[in-house]
């Protein structure tokens, strides 16, 4: 979603001398609630109140938009939740860049090619971008809405982790509403409070929707020449460079320095002294010579390597993800009839390492003098540099990627002696349900708990596993239904 920070202006309260002035009005008053039963949101809830109606909102507004809101508990667990799993990165492009989200991008884009190439000439943003950021924030418009969004803002800025930055669009969404600009039953949102069908936080759409049709509404929920330049409104606002590539996937000579992918910015011609060259084995165009770009392994040297330009980061500011610009990138070149896939395959037997095993292994990296950071289990930018740092120690490819093997080193170098590995036992018919049992319950579709080993359990083993760190067997075995029972406790 495109997310911004909103501050609200400070107020200034003078304090007259001697007796008021002839005339003078009233200061507006906060309105007043009944109690939610919460008395702790109640005092949060009138206290915000207060400090909106003293920086100029409308206390009727404020009254209608808070009344009656009790804590959403869903939101802040969504909120709060920290995913055990972190999908594997070819696993997030692979669930996304999916056919039918192609097909109806393609749909759509038949059905209003006028509006859209207009929208491309205005703000400079490709049509298959804008697409492709349409479909993963809404499925063009077909995403349930399920909060209202001053419910999901007032229980996010009331649970406080982030409180000045949703108190923020909460203010935002009362001045839309006091502006006209959408009613009360306009405002359905996500979860997180993003509005409409380009998932825009109420900040944004004061600043950025835009009025395409020119009827005199921002309507970002219903009109579709409204969300298709919005979004462009959006990213040109954020830097969009008309006529730039957004990457280029590329192939690395035999001996290169991984450590070199490390979000430094060099431009083309230096890349190419370096020896990286399109993957296609076609010469850097011309234009492209000067851009200061970055080289990013996504899954590490055993894996694709991209060349990000520019106009990468500026998509990363609709979603601060690498992983999400790639997926709105390979959308756009397959809405103009390219791949939607890259060239060399993703690393799969290498797998990926849960949040558990990202946990130790920041917290033994930390330990043999390589910074990782506060062990969160999150794999952030310090840790990448220390996993870096590790790997070109002991001579590895130091491509900042963690694996279950590089784990495995941390630990012998750590004193950790390994376990001898177990040799895996089939599970009867009532193991099979119960382990189909559990990987539904985790998020893993094995299907219907029959007991039967089909295509569709044996792949959701194997993503179970690749999500686990494991060794990728699609084997219903003693040892992946122990796992999963220690994931789903």
Not at 162 to 172: C, H, M, S, V
Not at 430 to 435: I, K, T
Request: hydrophobic content about 40%; aromatic content about 8%.
């Amino acid at each position: 979603m495109a997310r911004a920070f909103f501050l609200a202006a400070a107020v200034s309260l003078a304090i007259a001398c001697g007796p008021s002035s002839v005339g003078a009005q009233p200061a507006p008053q906060p309105p007043s609630f009944q109690s939610s039963g919460n008395p702790a949101f109640d005092e949060w809830r009138d206290d915000f109140a207060r400090r909106a109606v003293l920086q100029g909102r409308d206390p009727a507004v404020l009254g209608r938009l808070l009344s009656g809101l009790t804590p959403d508990d869903r939101v802040i667990e969504l909120d709060q939740r920290q995913p055990e799993f972190v999908s594997p990165v070819w696993d997030y492009v692979g669930n996304r860049v999916t056919t039918r989200r192609i097909n109806d991008g393609l749909v759509l884009k038949d059905a209003i090619r006028p509006t859209l190439d207009a929208v491309e000439q205005r703000y400079g943003v490709p049509t298959g971008i804008i697409l492709g950021i349409w479909g993963l924030e809404s499925n063009y418009g077909e995403a349930d809405l399920n909060w209202d969004a001053q419910a999901a803002l007032a229980t996010l800025a009331y649970e406080g982790r982030r409180r000045q930055q949703f108190e923020g669009y909460l203010l935002a969404l009362t001045e839309m509403v006091e502006r006209g600009l959408a009613d009360q039953q306009q405002l359905r949102s996500s979860w997180a409070g993003a509005l409409g069908q380009p998932q825009f936080m109420p900040d944004v759409y004061l600043t950025t929707a835009v009025d395409w049709d020119g009827d005199g509404h921002r309507d970002i929920w219903t009109n579709r020449g409204d969300v298709a330049a919005s979004i462009g409104n959006y990213l040109q606002d954020r830097g969009w460079r008309r006529g730039e590539p957004v990457f280029d996937e590329v192939s690395l000579p035999d001996g290169f320095d991984y450590a070199l992918a490390d979000g430094t910015r060099r431009s083309i011609a230096d890349w190419n002294e370096r020896g990286v060259r399109r993957i296609d084995g076609a010469a850097w165009p011309g234009e492209v010579w000067g851009l200061q770009s970055q080289l990013f392994l996504p899954a590490g040297a055993s894996g694709p390597a991209l060349m990000l330009h520019p106009n990468f980061s500026v998509i990363r500011r609709y979603n601060n993800s690498d992983r999400y610009a790639l997926v709105v990138a390979l959308l756009a070149r397959a809405f103009d009839g390219g791949s939607g896939t890259l060239v060399r395959d993703w690393p799969r037997a290498a797998g990926s390492l849960n949040r558990e095993q990202i946990l130790e292994l920041q917290t033994l990296l930390n330990g043999l003098g390589f910074n990782s950071g506060t062990p969160d289990g999150l794999f952030g930018s310090a840790t990448r540099a220390a996993v870096r740092a590790f790997q070109a120690e002991r001579g590895l490819a130091a491509d900042g990627f963690p694996t279950a093997a590089l784990l495995d080193q941390v630990r012998v170098r750590a004193g950790i002696v390994p376990e001898p590995a177990r040799v895996p036992r089939g599970l009867g018919r009532s193991g099979v349900r119960e382990l189909q049992r559990l990987l539904n319950r985790l998020g893993f579709s094995a299907g219907r708990a029959d007991g039967v080993i089909g295509s569709r359990t044996r792949d959701a083993i194997r993503a179970f596993e690749r999500a686990q760190g494991m060794e990728v067997r699609g084997r219903a075995t003693d040892v992946v239904l122990e796992r999963a029972r220690a994931a789903a406790s």
